[in-house]
């Protein structure tokens, strides 16, 4: 990742081990041909599932919605019962 090395998304990439950071353009070319070379020798494996775990649709809605609850207990007291989201494809 080539950004702000200290900030949000950096920190999610370093923690949940999904790959490299640094804003060291030498840096980055270095690590570039190391996951290169691993690919050409059929070394580069896929990320662990758990990369992305919590960050699907579902998950973050879940989430907006608990946040929304919050809110409104805050607000009003007491928050009303949050209808389930129904999914359309």
Excluded: C, H
Excluded at 10 to 31: K, L, M, P
Aim: no cysteine; glycine share 8%.
């Amino acid at each position: 990742m080539i950004g702000y090395e200290s900030g949000i998304a950096a920190r999610f990439v370093i923690e949940r081990n999904a790959g490299f950071v640094s804003n060291n353009s030498a840096e980055i070319r270095d690590q570039l041909q190391k996951w290169l070379a691993a690919k050409q020798a059929g070394r580069l494996g896929r990320l662990d599932p758990s990369v992305s775990s919590g960050l699907g649709r579902d998950d973050q809605y879940a989430r907006l919605e608990r946040l929304f609850e919050e809110v409104l207990e805050d607000r009003v007291g007491k928050a009303p019962t949050v209808a389930r989201r129904r999914t359309f494809y």
